[in-house]
């Protein structure tokens, strides 16, 4: 929790989300070549509502 704090002690949280956005679209994108499947796809499974 300590990271988290000196993020937002440095950066607003759009800018803290939109970092988010961009290491989870990355992640994806590269599990989704390694595994050889697309990114949608895996993006669907991995992410899907948890209810």
Same mark, same amino acid.
């Given at each position: 929790m300590e990271a988290v704090a000196?993020?937002?002690g440095r950066?607003?949280?759009l800018?803290?989300?939109? =970092?988010s956005i961009l290491?989870?679209?990355g992640t994806l994108q590269s599990w989704a070549a390694a595994t050889d499947q697309s990114v949608h796809d895996? =993006?669907?499974a991995v992410l899907k509502d948890q209810k």
């Amino acid at each position: 929790m300590e990271a988290v704090a000196a993020l937002h002690g440095r950066y607003d949280g759009l800018t803290i989300l939109e =970092g988010s956005i961009l290491a989870i679209a990355g992640t994806l994108q590269s599990w989704a070549a390694a595994t050889d499947q697309s990114v949608h796809d895996l =993006g669907v499974a991995v992410l899907k509502d948890q209810k």
